[in-house]
């Protein structure tokens, strides 16, 4: 692997112990690169942390409970992110074979065959089912919804300018994935069986919970698509060339800092709203909404889209600072309201 020209192997974390003949799988997996992590992790967090402050306000939920699910789910978005990767990675191979920085992925440099990919992807969402079996059926048809939004992702690439948008719908479906978990699927209500459909889909049309639930979705996925865009211009010359579509393609380098200012604004009113709807109180508001505004305005201020390290840092650190604020702003809100404050 090391004869291929501009690739070394991962020498850090994992990467220190595992077998040459497993390190690019454990690359398909992305295990060398924790930004991603972080970037699917964060809707994870947020929700958790909004499913516990819905009503019925999970007031027996205590910290070691909390850290016990945070832990499950990073266990789940280990492999989750494992599939999406090693299936993006797949469809996107002749793609990839032009664009520098990933030309050294293990299929684009011959480390692992088309083939190989798909059995290895196979055996991830078979680990993701048994990961998720013990939470029931909803959460697995919530999985199942949300890898299909992020199975579609790569092949936008080649027929929209918009494929971000779809991988933020799958990125913040998360918070449906997560309310199910904790026994408070907004859409449970589509499922119940002694109620006709056209009742069951008012009631959730008309439930408070779910419209918030559906506001914080569209938080997630602007989110989503601000950060990703800001990723995607790292290999803004090479798309060009190889005719991948994207916004960043679309905005080019001096249209794309104004469209995200009006993201941020789109955000930050889509987390108001969500947090009206639910009930929340001065914790949320101050840390999720109040901090994000600012964090996303000065990300965005400060990134220089023509340097690629500046551009990973954004989606990184820079949109960790976001998922952080947002995150911690709901358990705020949960603290405060658990103990009286």
Known sequence: MDVVKGYKRP??????????????????????????????????????????????????????????????????????????????DNLDQDFDRQVARCRVRPIPRGAVTTLQAHFFTAAQMAAGACILYPCGNRALAHAGVDGLFLFIYPLLKRCTDFPQVELGFGLSYAIFLVTAIVGKDPFAPLLDPSTGLSERVSKVVASPVAQSAAYLYAAGIVWSVIFDTIYAHQDYVDDLKAGVKGLAVRLGRKGTKPALYVMTVVQVCCLVRAGRLAGFGMPYYSISCGGAAVLLAWMIWVVKLEDGSSCAWAFGRGSGYVGASVSTGLFAEFWFRKHGF
Do not use: K
């Open 11 to 88: 020498s850090h974390g994992l990467f220190r112990f595992i077998p040459d003949a497993w390190v690019p799988y454990a690359e398909l997996m992305r295990l060398d690169r924790q930004s991603g992590f972080w970037a699917f992790y964060w809707h994870y967090l947020i929700g958790l942390g909004f499913a516990i402050n819905i009503a019925p306000f999970s007031s027996d939920m205590d910290l070691p409970t909390l850290a016990i699910l945070a832990g499950y789910l990073g266990l789940w978005t280990t492999v989750f992110r494992g599939i999406t990767c090693t299936w993006n």
